[in-house]
């Protein structure tokens, strides 16, 4: 089975600075990786997904990840916020050698960008 | 893109009836679908997984009586809460497998069981 941990349930940060949302996972399988990012009462919107390839993962809003299989894993980054940024965040994993395996998320991740 | 629409977006209803949401893929056929709840500040948790033309899997600890699923065609999963209670109110989010093996969520529906 699959579980994901992200560290930081609030992350406080000044707009136009930089910001790493952390997120480690544990598998004894290869896995998928997710961000989805949440706006209040909405659905989740894609960020980035880690399949396979290069570890690097440019995503949606100038959103990046790296996937560090050794150390398990899969960190959200962005050089520059922005006031819009604010909102939740969820790292996510599923089960690469099954077809249609569920989506197994963080507890999440609640950024807050300062003005 | 992957479009996946859910239906409806908020709905309220008294205690003891049942509700009935739906969750379609719109330009793509989804033959897995899976149903999560969302309590208030908290993530996601995984309900069930729909599958079309069979039984939904439920996880540990969801009632298969309570909230019954029905995934009667490739682009058409229901949840349907019976007998609903103020403890069921939340945030049920359906989402679906799409073509580039990436999960489409649909925008969430808010029941409130007063």
């Known amino acids: 089975a699959q579980s994901v941990t992200q560290l930081d349930s609030q992350v406080p940060v000044f707009e136009e600075a930089p910001v790493e949302l952390r997120c480690n996972y544990s598998s004894s399988v290869s896995v998928y990786l997710f961000w989805y990012v949440q706006y209040p009462n909405q659905g989740l919107q894609l960020l980035l997904k880690?399949?396979?390839?290069?570890?690097l993962v440019k995503g949606i809003n100038g959103f990046e990840a790296e996937f560090n299989k050794s150390q398990t894993s899969f960190h959200l980054r962005k050089p520059s916020v922005h006031i819009s940024d604010t909102a939740e965040y969820f790292c996510a994993v599923s089960d690469q050698s099954r077809t249609y395996d569920k989506v197994i998320f963080g507890p999440g991740t609640s950024l807050s960008v300062i003005p | 893109g992957a479009v996946v629409s859910q239906h409806p977006s908020r709905v309220i209803c008294k205690s003891g009836t049942s509700v009935k949401i739906e969750c379609r893929s719109l330009?793509?056929?989804?033959?897995?679908m899976f149903w999560y709840r969302q309590f208030p500040k908290k993530s996601l948790m995984l309900m069930a997984t729909?599958?079309?033309?069979?039984?939904?899997?439920?996880e540990q600890g969801v009632e298969k009586d309570k909230f019954l699923i029905n995934h009667a065609s490739l682009t058409l999963s229901t949840l349907t809460v019976t007998s609903a209670h103020p403890e069921d109110s939340s945030f049920y989010i359906c989402?679906?497998?799409?073509?580039?093996?990436?999960?489409?969520f649909g925008s969430g529906t808010r029941l409130t069981v007063v």
């Open positions: 989402s679906a497998r799409d073509r580039g093996k990436g999960y489409t």
């Open positions: 330009d793509f056929q989804a033959t897995t």
């Open positions: 880690y399949l396979s390839g290069s570890t």
């Open positions: 729909s599958n079309e033309g069979s039984k939904a899997t439920y």
